[in-house]
Nanobody, 130 residues
Framework: QVQLVASGGGSVQAGGSLRLSCAGS??????????MAWFRQAPGKRREGVAS???????TYADSVKGRFTISKDNVKNILYLQMTGLKPEDSAMYFC??????????????????????WGQGTQVTVSS
């Protein structure tokens, strides 16, 4: 059973930066393959994929965050990160990390859909003011 704990959210002004972290209860590297991702959900909107990373280190990003956000994974510490720069008010949302013990199934070079992920961390709130 993979358990995830997300942290690092907060309130920043537009143009600012934040780094989200997602700690795993066990090393997901022990599994044959995996896909990890960050999602976000604003009030009244559906959950959307922000970025994903597979064991092969291939990454994908939503078009809205390309060039501003970077997903990475520290295999020693077993922590998934999302470095966010150039934040905009429209980035405000609850951010969730997720894991799947299968290869990332990316379509059109976008993060996989939320339905692909059985393991979720609790959300961490990001608020960007103008």
């Amino acid at each position: 059973q993979v358990q995830l704990v997300a942290s690092g959210g907060g309130s920043v002004q537009a143009g600012g930066s934040l780094r989200l972290s997602c700690a795993g209860s066990e090393s997901i590297e022990l599994y044959g393959t995996y896909c990890m991702a960050w999602f976000r959900q604003a009030p009244g909107k559906r959950r959307e994929g922000v970025a994903s990373i597979g064991r092969d280190r291939r990454t994908t990003y939503a078009d809205s965050v390309k060039g501003r956000f970077t997903i990475s994974k520290d295999n020693v510490k077993n922590i998934l990160y999302l470095q966010m720069t150039g934040l905009k008010p429209e980035d405000s949302a609850m951010y969730f990390c997720a894991a799947d013990l299968r290869t990332c199934l990316n379509a059109y070079d976008q993060p996989p859909p939320a339905a692909d992920f059985p393991y979720w961390g609790q959300g961490t709130q990001v608020t960007v003011s103008s």
